[in-house]
């Protein structure tokens, strides 16, 4: 019987879109119970200065801030995958460069990370 | 209407980038709404996070004064609240989209379901309290 191969290859590790669908579903999922966190303790800015400054005290631990660095990334993720999702649903014949666009879409993520990582990890080392 | 019991795609995995679209009913309003949504949030939740996150100092910045200033303006309550209102919806229907492929006994999924739709809900109802009934001038000290 002739061996049997898939069309990605002996090993099954998937299609660059299988990763980035799965990314799009961590990162949504990461964001949204970051929300669900974050309107609370934005609610309670209504109990005054004393108790909000207390809430926002928290920000100033470096574990937080790294925390915020991938809440960040999370959601230019998310933007980012979205936007190649949508050019592709609203412009069918735009799933032949299925390639290029996620080279593009990853691309300009990494690139966009580059400057933020700076920016936010200077502010992180000034804390340690 | 439409449910989305079977299994969302049968495509070669090149036949998509994102959900297959729903041929109709509910679904489909639910994936348009998606990528509406998605589509303001671009500007809302990216600006969002940069602003408070990346720009002049970040987070460092923001305390109860900071929060005063930014909501002395019409403008940052209206954008905060349109992010709170679609960004929720855009969320709770993600879980929901989700908890369809992962969660298949009936009861359990309805369960999940109702309770990130109340969750939401009450998120919904204190955020625009929030945005809307804030008023610094209580505490005249700290402005």
């Known amino acids: ?128 | 209407m439409v449910v989305g019991t079977e299994p969302l795609s049968t495509e070669s995995p090149q036949g998509r980038a994102g959900r297959e679209r729903p041929i109709g009913g509910f679904e489909l309003w639910a994936w348009l709404f998606m990528r509406i949504s998605g589509l303001v949030l671009l500007v809302l939740a990216v600006g969002h996070v940069l602003i408070m996150h990346v720009a002049d100092e970040g987070i460092d910045r923001v305390d109860f004064g900071f929060v005063a200033t930014r909501w002395g303006s019409p403008f940052w309550r209206t954008w905060d609240w349109m992010l709170l209102s679609l960004a929720l919806v855009h969320g709770i229907n993600g879980l929901r989209v989700i908890i369809l492929d992962y969660v298949r006994p009936a009861g359990l999924r309805f369960a999940l379901n109702m309770a990130f739709y109340v969750v939401g809900f009450a998120l919904f109802v204190l955020g625009t309290v929030t945005v809307f009934t804030f008023d610094p001038s209580k505490w005249p000290a700290a402005v």
């Open chain 1, 1 to 128: 019987m002739a061996k049997r191969t898939s069309d990605y290859g002996t090993i099954y590790r998937g299609h660059e879109g299988q990763w980035s669908w799965l990314a799009h579903r961590v990162t949504g999922v990461a964001i949204i119970l970051f929300l669900f966190a974050h309107v609370v303790d934005t609610a309670v800015v209504g109990w005054g200065p004393e108790a909000y400054n207390r809430v926002t005290e928290v920000y100033h631990n470096p574990i937080v801030r790294l925390l915020e660095l991938g809440l960040v990334a999370a959601v230019l993720y998310h933007a980012i995958n979205g936007t190649k999702i949508m050019i592709i649903d609203f412009w069918p014949s735009m799933v032949r460069r299925i390639r290029p666009l996620s080279i593009a879409s990853t691309a300009l993520f990494v690139l966009s990370m580059v400057p933020i990582t700076w920016i936010m990890g200077k502010g992180i080392l000034e804390l340690l």
